[in-house]
Structure formats: C-alpha cells, structure tokens
C-alpha cells in the first residue's frame, strides 16, 4: 500500500515525504521532480514557457505510471489530486494523507523558495494562497484518509522534520495505514 501525501504548496510533502519513506523503509517518489526530470526543466519553467495546461498534461502521465508502484511514499503537486482521474489511480493504490499549514506559515516557506510558479499571476503571494485555499479546501478534506498538520517551524529545522515524521508515522500506526 501506497501512502499519498497531498496539500497545499509548501506544507512539507517533499520534506517529510523523503523522510518518512526512508523512516519505513520504503520508496519515495515526488511527482513533480519525475515531471521536471521528464521534461527537462524546471516545473516553473515549463509552466511559464508551456502553460499550466502542458504542465497538467506532464502530471497526468506521470501519475498513470505512478498508480502502478506498490508500497511508496507519493508526493503529489498541490493540484494533482483536484483532477478527478488522478485521485482515482492514485486512490488505488493507498491511503491518501492531507498536510495542513497554516497560510502565514505557506507564505513564509514560499517566499524563501523562488521556483515555484505563480498560480495567479497578478496577485501577492498571500492573496494567490487564500483563493487556492479557498478553491481546494473542500476537495482537500473530502478525498483525505487522514489528516496531518504540518505547522511545526521553530529555528531547528532538523528536529522539526524529525519531530514531524514520528508524529505521522504514529498516525499512520493508529489508523492501521502501516
């Protein structure tokens, strides 16, 4: 059984996603590093040179190839699971895991990571995370078997992931994911 995790830009899927699979000894896979690997750029250029349509296009594919691994941790873009097609391969093939953070906490991690492309362009950062919050937050919670809030950020950014990854996998434990 796979464990998908999902959420918003910059809740940690990458981050506690690695660290999780290596915790339980199991494969990791980040579904936009295959699509930037595949394409051989960055996602955000491909989106400013393609389109979010090719980008969702990328993203498709790589998840009908995905939706055939076993015993994985999925990191899926923010967006992939709001394609109904998607959630159904990738729901599959596991339990799907929501990240939670707060928008303060989003817009903090996002500003210090300058390759994410923009969703709207035109709007701040904090404006462009409320509207896909309020956009997805529905979808977010429906399709989730579990959820897990990802706020934790002090100065030690080790120990936070740590402390994160323990947490989730005694989650995971409880609800009988693993």
């Known amino acids: ?19 999780l699979a290596a915790s339980l000894k199991i494969q990791f896979v980040d579904l936009d590093k295959m699509i930037a690997e595949r394409m051989e750029m960055s996602i955000a250029d491909l989106v400013q040179e393609q389109g979010w349509e ?13 939706s055939h691994y076993k ?3 999925i990191s899926t873009g923010a967006g992939a699971l709001m394609n109904e097609e998607n ?19 989003l817009a903090e991690r996002l500003e210090a990571d300058g390759n994410r492309p923009a969703l709207m362009p ?6 462009e995370l409320e ?13 989730a078997d579990l959820i897990y809030e990802s706020d934790l950020q002090t ?21 009988k994911f693993i």
Do not use: C, H, P
């Open 54 to 66: 090719a980008f969702r296009q990328a993203e498709q594919q790589v998840v009908e190839e995905v």
């Open 87 to 105: 959630f159904k391969l990738l729901k599959k093939t596991g339990k799907i895991v929501l990240l939670t953070t707060s928008l303060e906490i």
């Open 1 to 19: 059984m796979n464990i998908i995790l999902t959420g918003m830009r910059g809740t940690g899927k990458t981050a506690l996603g690695e660290r």
């Open 71 to 73: 015993n994985y941790v």
């Open 122 to 127: 035109g709007k701040t950062l904090a404006e």
């Open 131 to 143: 509207l896909a919050w309020q956009e997805r937050q529905e979808r977010y919670y429906a399709i």
């Open 155 to 175: 100065e030690d950014k080790e120990s936070d992931l740590t402390q994160k990854v323990e947490e989730l996998k005694n989650l995971l434990k409880e609800n």
